[in-house]
Nanobody, 120 residues
Framework: QVQLVESGGGLVQPGGSLRLSCAAS????????MGWYRQAPGKQRELVAT???????QYADSVKGRFTISRDNAKNTVYLQMNSLKPEDTAVYYC??????????????WGQGTQVTVSS
């Protein structure tokens, strides 16, 4: 089995920063893309940022220049550094990863989500 465990969420004032982490564990043969999504109350889940196995990144327009995604392949971990946070960044943030486990094919896995609240 594969698990994604997120950490780093919390309450922060507008303009502040947070760093999210997501570690993959279990029987892992290979990890392709890793990414972060978010879902605000009453809204659909949306892409925040993704990073490929060789480090190519993609960001939602709303977070470009403020958020940075990175990964440590040795630790099977992806990070999201969030700076200049705004109230509209408030959401549950989910980690996603394409992982090859015992099924010998890549499958999507999701973390349990971590709450980020930006409020004064």
């Amino acid at each position: 089995q594969v698990q994604l465990v997120e950490s780093g969420g919390g309450l922060v004032q507008p303009g502040g920063s947070l760093r999210l982490s997501c570690a993959a564990s279990g029987i892992i043969f290979s990890i392709n893309a890793m990414g972060w999504y978010r879902q605000a109350p009453g809204k659909q889940r949306e892409l925040v940022a993704t990073i490929t196995s060789v480090g190519s990144t993609q960001y939602a327009d709303s977070v470009k220049g403020r958020f940075t995604i990175s990964r440590d392949n040795a630790k099977n971990t992806v990070y999201l550094q969030m700076n200049s946070l705004k109230p509209e960044d408030t959401a549950v943030y989910y980690c996603n990863s394409e992982i090859m486990s015992i099924q010998s094919r890549f499958q999507d896995y999701w973390g349990q989500g971590t709450q980020v609240t930006v409020s004064s």
